[in-house]
């Protein structure tokens, strides 16, 4: 009985040992945190999307308090997250956020291309585009899966016809879609954007031909017929500089295969 009081005595007395170096190490091992971490990550809508920069709304929570990040720099969660970032933080709002949105270049449907082959695999737009591409004559045009959609926080995206079409009233720019899409064929643009060439292949007039009736072949109608200079054909893609262009929709007027647009909401 001796024997057994001594070790219950000797274990009790280690554990108050113990428990009394853990309370010593937690007081003088704390991290401080700041108060405000949690009052600004509850401001920030969660989407994750690295379009402020950070790695995602907890990398961007600390570097508000950590790194003087600007208050500005949420596009999903646009002016009223970055005025109540301004307010926790103590500072003055730093401006309007830039709102974006997500614009899918490429016309590819399945009324103006083709298949090249029958993909019987995974039907995902990125395990397609490691068979020669991905199935469609076009290798630089939407592959049709819907990787984009799939994670879309906003269901702002769907598939139709074998081609992905992004509604501006639901899209928050965050570039989520823009980062799942292999063939880069999803870009996201400061707005307001009102003319825009929904193509990225490259390949020359009588090459694209055979491939897709909508693409661009480099004709250089645009460029020649926009007043402000604003259109550039670079190996036989045209593209528009936003900065620059006007919205005047010369090019869209003179586009021989209609892949200038105007977008609308």
Do not use: W
Not at 42 to 47: D, H, I, K
Not at 53 to 78: I, K, M, Q, R, W
Not at 199 to 223: F, H, P, V, W, Y
Not at 228 to 254: F, M, P, Q, R, Y
């Amino acid at each position: 009985m001796p024997d057994v009081l001594t070790a219950i005595i000797s274990v009790t007395a280690l554990g108050l040992v113990c428990a009394v170096l853990l309370t010593l190490a937690s007081k003088l091992m704390a991290v401080q945190v700041d108060e405000r971490l949690a009052l600004i990550r509850e401001c920030l809508p969660g989407a994750n999307c690295g379009a402020c920069g950070f790695t995602g709304c907890d990398g961007y929570a600390s570097a508000l308090l950590s790194s003087n990040a600007e208050a500005n720099l949420c596009t999903p969660g646009g002016n009223a997250v970055s005025k109540q970032l301004s307010s926790i933080l103590g500072a003055e709002n730093t401006g309007n956020v830039i709102a974006r949105t997500a614009i899918v270049h490429c016309m590819g449907d399945s009324n103006t291309t083709h298949d090249k082959m029958v993909y019987t695999g995974i039907r995902t737009c990125a395990a397609a585009v490691q068979l020669y591409g991905g199935k469609g004559a076009c290798t630089f045009g939407c592959i049709g899966y819907g990787d984009c959609a799939v994670v879309c926080p906003e269901g702002a995206i769907c598939i139709e016809k074998e081609l992905a079409h992004v509604d501006k009233r639901k899209c928050i720019g965050c570039g989520i879609c823009a980062k799942a899409c292999p063939g880069g064929v999803i870009s996201t643009e400061a707005e307001p954007v009102s003319v825009a060439v929904l193509c990225r292949n490259t390949e020359k007039g009588a090459q694209l031909k055979d491939k897709c009736s909508k693409g661009c072949i480099g004709c250089m109608r645009c460029a020649k017929e926009c007043p402000n200079g604003a259109i550039t054909v670079n190996e036989s893609l045209a593209a528009i500089d936003n900065n620059i262009c006007i919205g005047c929709k010369k090019c869209i007027e003179v586009c021989v295969k209609g892949c200038i647009v105007k977008l609308s909401i």
